[in-house]
Structures are given as structure tokens and as C-alpha cells.
């Protein structure tokens, strides 16, 4: 049985075939401009009401939701049909209120580092999956009165692995909830193929590279997805879609205690990203259970980012939201009460991906 957000407007159509023509546009309206289910749409007659909420239930459950940052914080747990789980973030800041989003529930690419990553991954998610996580955090965001401004794409999964459903619910995170293109940001470890595809769409959305590394040896062990496409593949195609989009590209840089916070390392990440133009996000490690390593102390982010910013670079020091409730950036892992959820049918990374940077 589709979701709410499953349908398109077509499908949507031939389900109140025996309405009024208008009755489509109003439920669409409902859905996407009014944020509400169909039980809530008191402008339609209440047997129609009935009829579409039990025809269009929702996609994800509601597990539980915990806050942090004096309530500024939100982490949705989510159940999905056939009972995996993912997780959602809102975060409300001074001037903008940006949910981060899953694409799958857990991940296939293995980053040693990242606790969705040690997880293993179950399935991709749907365009309406991800679409309804958004709808949810815009609800929450009015309710409180914030509007939603930014969505990114940095939650569970690899979205460039579940491409055409991340195009798909882009499409219509900006036709129809009317979300800036600019202020959608899809994040990836290095998909080469996807970021070409992403490069020849309409939409001019925001990449974020997760680099972590500027040498192909130290971005094997860290990103194992480095090994099918290395650095200088990822970088062709970065500049692929900077020529083709003119928009600027983020890399980001998980700061590892003594893995890749070096000066050294600063100099190869300036030598990558000033060619590029690229802005480069600083976050220092986030703990996660499977890996032992510390992120880098502050004394260090902060040389870091002056080292680059000597060589031309822009570099910014992400501020940690969510630690207290495992919902900060690489912690995600649909955990329930600080307990590893089960990913049916989970499938983990090939042999040896996922082993620590210092020992591999």
C-alpha cells in the first residue's frame, strides 16, 4: 500500500478518479503546501477524509524522537515497512532551520569511522521515504514557528549509491515543497558516477565531498570506496560539475586525532581544494562504538583551519549538535536507547573494508 508521499500527482489522480477534478489539487495542496495528512484536511468531506487515510498510510513510523541543545536538537528514530530503521535531524539555528535526512537505512560503503558505516546496510530508501522526513521536520519547524530553509543529505546511507530515488525526491523537495535548490545538499563519499549525473540535472543542488584524506593511501584505509574511484577520479569529476553547475562544492574532513591532522595533511587538502575553489568544512570526529580513535582537540581543528586558510582556502570548524543523543554528524545508527537496531537483510561491507585507519 503507497505512502502519502509515495504517489505522484498522475497516481494521486487515477486514486480520486471518482471525484471532483479540483479534489486532486486540493489533496496535493494538503499534502505539500498545508504539511497535512489526509485526516487532518477539514476542506474535505469527511467519508473522502476517511477513505484517504487508510488508503495512504504512513511511510514511517515513529519510533521515538529525543532532543539536545536546550531543545534547539530533534532526533526522530523511524521504522520503515519491513522493520529497518533510520534516523532524521533537525536542527534550528539562529537564522535557518536545516533537517538532515536519510537516503538509506545503514550503508554499504564501509567508512571505518562512521557508525551508520559499522552498521552494515539494509535497504535504499524510497523518493517518498525521503520526502516525508522532510515534510515531518517542516511540520515540527511550524509548529514551534520556524520555517524549514535547508535540507541535507548527510543522515544514513550514501545517497549517490540510491541515486534515482534521491533525484526523485529532490525534484520534489523543490517543485512542490517549494525548497530553494540551493539550499539542498546532497553529500557523498566519492560515487564518481553519480556526482556526473548529479552535474547534468536541472537542479543546481550543493555537493559536499566527504574527502577525509588527500592521498590515495590514507583515503583506501579511511574511505574504502577510494579504491574503485581514487582521488584524482573523484577530483576530475568534482571539477565536472563545477564547470557545468557554477556552483561551489564543500569538502568535508572528519579531523582524526593523529590520522589526518597534520600540517601535512593541510597542505595536501589546500593543494586539492584551491584549484577547485573548493570550501572546506572542518568536524572534529564524533565517538562512535566500532572505532577507537579520538577526534582532534581544538588547539589542532583550530592550526588546521589557519594553515589552510594561509594557502588560499576557505575552511570553516562544523559545531557539534546532537552528541548527547548519538545524533551528531557520523553517529547516526538508528539506535534505540543507546542499543544497535536490526538491519533486516543487512548486508556489511566487503571483507577488510572497515578496518581502523591506524591498522589497516
Known amino acids: 500500500m503507497p505512502s502519502a508521499y509515495e504517489l505522484d500527482r498522475d497516481a494521486l489522480a487515477l486514486l480520486l478518479a471518482d471525484q471532483p477534478p479540483y479534489r486532486c489539487s486540493q489533496v496535493w495542496r494538503g499534502l505539500y503546501q498545508g504539511l497535512r495528512r489526509p485526516g487532518e484536511m477539514t476542506d474535505l468531506p469527511p467519508a473522502l477524509r476517511d477513505r484517504l487515510e487508510a488508503a495512504l498510510p504512513p511511510g514511517l513510523t515513529e519510533l521515538s524522537r529525543s532532543e539536545a541543545d536546550g531543545g534547539s536538537t530533534l532526533c526522530w528514530l523511524w521504522s520503515l515497512p519491513g522493520g529497518a530503521r533510520v534516523e532524521t535531524v533537525l536542527m534550528h539555528h539562529r537564522d535557518r532551520s536545516t533537517v538532515c535526512v536519510s537516503s538509506q537505512a545503514g550503508c554499504a560503503m564501509g567508512c571505518s569511522f562512521c557508525a551508520t558505516g559499522q552498521a552494515g546496510f539494509a535497504r535504499h530508501l524510497s523518493a517518498g521515504e525521503i520526502v516525508e522526513q522532510v515534510v515531518a521536520a517542516a511540520r515540527e519547524s511550524r509548529r514551534v514557528g520556524r520555517r524549514l ?76 570506496l577510494n579504491r574503485r574511484y581514487p582521488i584524482a577520479a573523484l577530483l576530475e569529476a568534482c571539477g565536472e560539475y563545477r564547470r557545468v553547475t557554477r556552483r561551489r562544492l564543500s569538502f568535508e574532513w572528519a579531523m582524526i586525532d593523529g590520522v589526518n591532522d597534520t600540517n601535512a595533511d593541510a597542505d595536501e587538502l589546500a593543494a586539492l581544494a584551491a584549484p577547485l575553489g573548493a570550501h572546506v568544512n572542518l568536524i572534529p570526529l564524533n565517538p562512535t562504538p566500532g572505532y577507537p580513535v579520538r577526534g582532534s582537540p581544538p588547539a589542532r581543528v583550530g592550526g588546521f583551519r589557519d594553515r589552510l586558510a594561509t594557502r588560499g582556502v576557505n575552511a570553516t570548524v562544523r559545531h557539534t549538535r546532537g552528541g548527547s543523543i548519538n545524533a551528531a554528524c557520523g553517529q547516526l545508527a538508528a539506535r534505540a536507547g543507546g542499543t544497535p537496531a536490526p538491519l533486516p537483510g543487512r548486508r556489511t561491507a566487503r571483507p577488510g573494508v572497515a578496518r581502523l585507519a591506524a591498522g589497516a
Do not use: Q
Request: glycine share 8%.
Open 149 to 224: 530553509s535547508n535540507v541535507v543529505f548527510m543522515g544514513m546511507g550514501e545517497p549517490l549509491a540510491n541515486y534515482d530515488r534521491v533525484s526523485a525526491a529532490l525534484a520534489r523537495l523543490h517543485g512542490e515543497l517549494g525548497l530553494s535548490a540551493r539550499h539542498l545538499t546532497v553529500s557523498t563519499v566519492g560515487v564518481v558516477p553519480g556526482i556526473r549525473r548529479l552535474a547534468a540535472e536541472a537542479l543546481p543542488v550543493t555537493l559536499a565531498v566527504s574527502l577525509h584524506a588527500a592521498n590515495d593511501r590514507l583515503r583506501d584505509r579511511l574511505v574504502p
